[in-house]
Nanobody, 125 residues
Framework: QVQLVESGGGLVHIGDSLRLSCAASGRTLDRSATGWFRQAPGQERAFVTA????????YYDDSVKGRFTISRDNAKNTLYLQMNNLTPEDTALYYC??????????????????WGQGTQVTVSS
């Protein structure tokens, strides 16, 4: 059984940083492209970033480019999201997921097979 568990969220202030973690069990993350999505209240779940199987390529939504960095530690079977210079617009429930396709097709949440339960990030002004 595949399980993803996100952690690292919290309440921070504008300009602060957070690092989210997504620990996987039941499947090794280096077999698939993996990604992060977020869902703000009253909005659809939205793509944030995804990383390729090799870990050498990543895509980012324009809203986080230059501030967020996705990475993966294969030894720990854990996916990370480093978030810097946070703004109130980053407030959301953040989910990690395993994509069933190659990275090119991992911007749509319908292309993901597995999801974690989410971790809340709140950026206060």
């Amino acid at each position: 059984q595949v399980q993803l568990v996100e952690s690292g969220g919290g309440l921070v202030h504008i300009g602060d940083s957070l690092r989210l973690s997504c620990a996987a069990s039941g499947r090794t993350l280096d077999r698939s492209a993996t990604g992060w999505f977020r869902q703000a209240p009253g909005q659809e779940r939205a793509f944030v970033t995804a990383i390729s199987v090799s870990g050498n390529t990543a895509y980012y939504d324009d809203s986080v480019k230059g501030r967020f960095t996705i990475s993966r530690d294969n030894a720990k079977n854990t996916l990370y999201l480093q978030m810097n210079n946070l703004t109130p617009e980053d407030t959301a429930l953040y989910y990690c997921g395993i994509c069933r396709y190659s990275l090119y097709n991992c911007r749509a949440d319908t292309n993901y097979d597995y999801w974690g339960q989410g971790t809340q990030v709140t950026v206060s002004s």
